[in-house]
């Protein structure tokens, strides 16, 4: 008997994140000092990319990524309906009409055959940008999405907030990191807590495009600079400019240093969630319960590990988990269905997989410090419920 509250996420805090932190607070910078440009080019590094921009979030992330691809107001930008509705907001913030574009029933991601579909109905050009999710914590297939960013010509960001860690397979059969943006403009990350990387908030943009790090770096602190490279003058040491109108979405240095902290238990992270998915998959095969499909060649980032139960029967789970403390998730109210999208024009019926979903899903406790002890307890309870509703 466990008596405890079991979240569906749960950061992992260590006494050497601790000790990362405190020796920030000792140090002579709160903010933008040197553990900023340690954690992107220890993560640049990580994934294999060249540029990684640390931010106060991950929307912040989004927004930059839109700024910095130069999206105007009416725009068309494509994502997925089965997401934080992070991933549309950060291009609305621009302006941009955003499409939802359906979901595949198997994976939960973008359904790219679908998307070719919408891309066909317009004449080139139409779509200024697609971002796809690594929804849960799957890769999608950026390489085939490359060729149709290069055959309909649109800019690609990946929302990877669900997956630093993991990666997929090309058609060369090549491992790719997902966030190194071999096939991708531009890829975002979050450091929410419960994220893999937790930094109580924090975001990354990664790219291997000089010209979009440089805007996002940019954009990243009121779009003002010191470089002497990008000035138009100079009146001497104190001389900045504000060459573009930013924000402030900078990161701290003692968030910096826990993510940093973090990134060094990713691997781990990765393993023990795969291992915790094992588990479930075993413990719940003969049930009425589908289990999250994998394909062979990915690494699973396993940010959430979402079941599949039938319709009438997932309201009733949800609740009788809750009844025992743990707080399983309905992940995600598809956006389109929201009714800011919908004073939009978003109609309910237009991305109708992702709606089937909505109905079925479930996200079970999914984090690496969550013991065999505690998943035994969750595993129990989801059986108890759907052997008192069979
Ligand atoms: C968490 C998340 C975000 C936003 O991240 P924040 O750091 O909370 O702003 C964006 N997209 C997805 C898919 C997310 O899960």
Redesign the pocket.
Known sequence: MINHPISYGHQLITEEDIQAVVETLRSDYLTQGPRIPEFESNFAHYLGCRYACMVS??????HLCAMALGIQPGDKVITTPI??V??AN?FRYLGADIVFCDIDAKTFLMDFDKLEEILKASPKGSYKAVVP?D?AGYPIDEERLHQLSVEYGFKVVV?A??APGGSWTDSKGEKQMVGNCKYADLS?F???P??HIAAG???CITTNDKDLYEKVALYRTHGITKNPNRLTRSDGGWYYEMQELGYNYRITEFQAALASSQLKRLNWSITRRNEIAKRYDEALKDLPVKTPYRADDIVHAF?LYIIKVDADKRKGLYDYLREHNIFAQVLYIPAHMMPYYKRLGRKEGECPVAEEYYKHCLALPMYPSLTDEEQEWVIEKVKESIFANI
């Open positions: 979030n991950g929307t912040a992330a989004l997401t934080f992070a991933s950060g999710v929804f929302d907030c669900h975002v979050s450091f929410h419960v994220k908030e924090g975001g940010h």
